[in-house]
């Protein structure tokens, strides 16, 4: 047995979006503890990096509901009937003015961080309510406390996140079932890299009103490394995972990073005019 290995209670954990940030350092460290890990990725290259850690893996696309329902099935199977946690992960950002998001992308950007996810919830849920215990731990954002411009679709999947986590919370009172809710500001990982990719994919900066704040956003995107001031690495955020899964009483919310303390503050105390002059000056200090 390893020098130093914790003392604590095996759980059988689920943790979606494992290929990289968050989701991999939580599956790597979560292993470590002595925990029976199950991550899922989409890619199988990203499978095979799991297997050669000696994680134990599964595909699952958010966006697709056999995807999802084949993965919980089998995950079930893998734990012999018992699921403790659910670390819900997977998610990706689509940059963009609101006005120039298209239904699709809107709709793109829902099927994996809203409704896929509460899905794969909902079908995690019926087990755990057999088993009378299971804590689910969502991975929301400061952006699911306030908006920033040009990442509407986020800030708006995030939001929903939050009020579905906050409605089951009441609902599942009594159940031995609880709900957590991560809220991260930046984090090292390729968030970025991916939100870049569906900037391409659904924006047209040419016939935009917001040229001009495109061109500054996409060098923000495409600058290596942190980006932002009070940029954590993702074990910040795997660090406030384990006390919800490992905690006698986990907490309703968990935040991370500098910026979430501060604006989840100035969100309680500020008039709603002033909050937004705020926001604003933050987004034209990004773009400088």
Sequence with gaps: MPKNKPNIQRRNILITGCSSGIGLEAARILHRRGHNVIATVRKPVDQLMLSQAGISNLSCDLANSESIGGMVEAAIKAFEGKVDVLFNN??????????????????????????????????????????????????????????????????????????????????????????????????TSQFRQNAFTKYQQ????????????????????????????????????VDKLVHAIEADRPKIRYYVTFPTYLFAYLKRVLPANALDWVLRKVSRDEQQ
Excluded: C, W
């Design 90 to 187: 997977a998610a990706y950002g689509q940059p963009g003015a609101v006005e120039d998001l298209t239904r699709d992308a809107l709709r793109e950007q829902f099927e994996t961080n809203v409704f896929g996810t509460q899905e794969l919830t909902n079908l995690v849920i019926k087990q755990m309510r057999q088993q009378g215990s299971g804590r689910i731990i969502y991975n929301s954002s400061v952006l699911g406390l306030i908006a920033l411009p040009y990442r509407g679709a986020y800030n708006a999947s995030k939001f929903a996140i939050e009020g579905l986590a906050d409605t089951l919370r009441l609902e599942l009172k009594g159940t031995g079932i609880t709900i957590s809710l991560i809220e991260p500001g930046p984090i």
């Design 202 to 237: 659904h924006i047209n900066k040419d016939t935009s009103a917001h040229k001009a704040s495109y061109t500054a956003m996409e060098k923000r995107l495409l600058t290596p490394g942190p980006a932002a001031p009070f940029t954590l690495p993702a074990k910040a955020v």
